[in-house]
């Protein structure tokens, strides 16, 4: 059980602690902000015997990935075992306190650099400054660096007047006397010590699990940071465009493999060793996951109807790291379009995911898993489903369906090229409306947005051909344009599943007849997709529940 305990410090223990280590500044932090007039107030307020706060110290002996310079100050790593006290609450005070009697120099973020020694003590009794950062109004003889005053030999502060080496003393000893109060929580786990962080620092803002688990499993010894391999691991898969993969579906990769449940609960438990020793499989896993979904069909991740559906795919190679025989791959298939199609992961995902790696452990034995979900792919619930959302996995799924027929250019016949990028939001140019909404809108005013806006009516093109060359033109005008240069038109047609541009109404512009036929041929292609099964247990899915992918 936690408990609170005293933390008071003098001047040289709060000194000392910070420069063997001993106090620390955890990772997950916000940034030093604090500019130099703000420590000068800082250091005006102890002088003048003010308080400054009570700090809130975790005291553990756990390694946790934290600051590791200050300035042109590099911080000592503590020994294995010992205790270090990490500043829960006043990193913004501990930090300029340190940095102002330090005399240090801070680069920030934007490359400019803070000097943090231009600050000065005044030494004349009638002037009512003590402490300031401009002396331009004063003689050399009136006023002290901080710095120098704290850290300065007898041989430069003896330079000083008696009158003026009297004040100097006076104010060495407020420092040296001044109780920085404070409060130890010890017999804290790491998810309490946060707690607490959130609750004082962030306004509620509860730090993510992913922020934890960074400070968690650090191990300089090892030399591991998780955030540094994430994001080596975010290049390697820009390469392959699945770098929107998010580092929660990593983190329960992870857990997956140790320990078959992915709650934020047993993620916290993980051990650290354990989670450091499985971190290269578990990658290696993610990896072989991405190179079957990419030769599947589906070239970006920001069409993966969840970020999740990498962990029942990763589960499987870590148990199969073998290429999968042509039956385990369309059990794998099948697997994906009962999940992506019937909403599996839009509510009780971690529940979920322990219960479908118990099918890819069926799969990996060639048996057909029983899904306890249904999936409608009929053309009726095509037509009440469909209307266009990026963020929706049962859209995605479609997406991914017309991804994976190549599309081609209409214009020139050449492949579309699909790009995360692009991909972002429905009202990305890359999305295109066969029948053009403003065109729909100015032809059928009194039509429900819902019938045009609507995955039957989406092709994948380039962005180019779609804001420069058709725009508000009628499917008629446009693809009559393009047949002029791509003699191969219907084959282009083919490959975003539209039919004979006469019996899909297109030379008529007739939308019905269009959106009629293509739902005939989406159905058509996602059936054949699909393994036949009867479910026991079919549960009907209210779409005004549905809830949007983080991938959206």
């Known amino acids: 059980m936690a408990i609170l305990d005293n933390g008071d410090k003098n001047f040289s223990q709060i000194t000392n602690e910070i420069k063997t280590g001993q106090v620390k500044i955890p990772q997950f932090q916000r940034r030093f902000v604090w500019d130099v007039k703000a420590s000068a107030k800082l250091i005006d307020s102890i002088i003048k015997g003010y308080p400054i706060g009570t700090f809130i110290y975790w005291r553990t002996d756990e390694e946790l990935r934290s600051v590791r310079n200050l300035g042109n100050i590099n911080l000592p790593i503590h020994n294995e075992g010992e205790y270090v006290n990490y500043v829960l609450d006043g990193q913004q005070r501990i930090t300029s306190f340190f940095a102002a009697t330090?005399?240090?120099?801070?680069?920030?973020?934007?490359?400019?650099?803070?000097?943090?020694?231009?600050?000065?003590?005044i030494l004349d009794n009638n002037n009512g400054d003590i402490v300031t950062t401009d002396v331009s109004n004063y003689s050399s003889d009136m006023y002290i660096r901080l710095k120098d005053l704290i850290n300065g030999d007898f041989t430069y502060l003896a330079s000083f007047s008696p009158e003026k080496q009297e004040i100097?003393?006076?104010?060495?000893?407020?420092?040296?006397?001044?109780?920085?109060?404070?409060?130890?929580?010890?017999?804290?786990?790491?998810?309490?010590?946060?707690?607490?962080?959130?609750?004082?620092?962030?306004?509620?803002?509860?730090?993510?699990?992913?922020?934890?688990m960074v400070a968690k499993t650090y191990d300089d010894s090892r030399n591991f940071d998780l955030l540094e391999k994430f994001l080596e691991l975010k290049q390697e898969l820009q390469l392959v465009n699945y770098e929107t993969i998010s580092s929660s579906t990593v983190l329960q990769v992870v857990s997956m493999l140790l320990v078959k449940n992915v709650t934020r609960k047993e993620i916290l438990k993980l051990d650290k060793n354990e989670f450091i020793n499985m971190w290269d499989t578990a990658t290696d896993c993610i990896k072989m996951s991405i190179d079957f979904l990419r030769n599947f069909g589906i070239p970006v991740s920001r069409l993966l109807p969840y970020n999740a559906l990498i962990v029942p795919f990763s589960y499987f190679f870590f148990k199969?790291?073998?290429?999968?025989?042509?039956?385990?791959?369309?059990?794998?298939?099948?697997?994906?379009?009962?999940?992506?199609?019937?909403?599996?992961?839009?509510?009780?995902?971690?529940?979920?995911?322990?219960?479908?790696?118990?099918?890819?452990?069926?799969?990996?034995?060639?048996?057909?898993?029983?899904?306890?979900?249904?999936?409608?792919?009929?053309?009726?619930?095509?037509?009440?489903?469909?209307?266009?959302?990026?963020?929706?996995?049962?859209?995605?799924?479609?997406?991914?369906?017309?991804?994976?027929?190549?599309?081609?250019?209409?214009?020139?016949?050449?492949?579309?090229?699909?790009?995360?990028?692009?991909?972002?939001?429905?009202?990305?140019?890359?999305?295109h409306h066969f029948f053009p909404k403003a065109w729909m809108r100015n032809k059928y005013p009194q039509m429900d947005?819902?019938?045009?806006?609507?995955?039957?009516?989406?092709?994948?093109?380039?962005?180019?051909?779609?804001?420069?060359?058709?725009?508000?033109?009628?499917?008629?005008?446009?693809?009559?344009s393009f047949s002029k240069h791509n003699s191969n038109i219907n084959e282009t047609l083919e490959t975003h599943l539209i039919g004979n541009p006469i019996e899909f109404g297109i030379p008529n512009n007739d939308y019905e007849t269009f959106f009629n036929n293509r739902a005939k041929l989406v159905s058509k292609k996602l059936d054949k997709r699909i393994i036949s099964q009867t479910t026991g247990n079919e549960i009907q899915i209210d779409s005004d529940d549905i809830i949007e992918d983080e991938n959206a």
């Open 102 to 121: 330090e005399g240090l120099a801070i680069e920030r973020d934007s490359g400019k650099i803070e000097d943090y020694s231009n600050i000065y003590i």
């Open 168 to 212: 100097i003393k006076n104010i060495k000893k407020i420092f040296e006397g001044y109780n920085f109060r404070g409060v130890n929580l010890k017999n804290a786990t790491i998810d309490v010590a946060t707690e607490v962080f959130t609750r004082l620092n962030v306004g509620g803002k509860e730090l993510t699990l992913f922020e934890i």
């Open 320 to 431: 199969h790291p073998e290429s999968p025989s042509a039956d385990t791959k369309n059990l794998l298939e099948d697997f994906f379009w009962r999940s992506s199609l019937g909403y599996r992961y839009s509510s009780g995902l971690e529940g979920k995911l322990v219960q479908d790696v118990e099918k890819i452990d069926k799969i990996i034995k060639r048996e057909l898993p029983k899904y306890e979900w249904s999936i409608d792919i009929s053309e009726n619930n095509l037509k009440q489903s469909g209307t266009f959302s990026a963020g929706r996995s049962f859209i995605k799924a479609i997406l991914c369906l017309y991804a994976m027929q190549k599309p081609k250019s209409f214009h020139n016949n050449l492949d579309v090229r699909i790009d995360n990028a692009w991909l972002k939001i429905s009202t990305s140019k890359n999305y």
């Open 449 to 480: 947005n819902s019938l045009y806006n609507h995955i039957l009516n989406i092709t994948i093109v380039d962005d180019e051909l779609n804001k420069k060359k058709i725009r508000a033109k009628s499917p008629a005008e446009y693809i009559n």
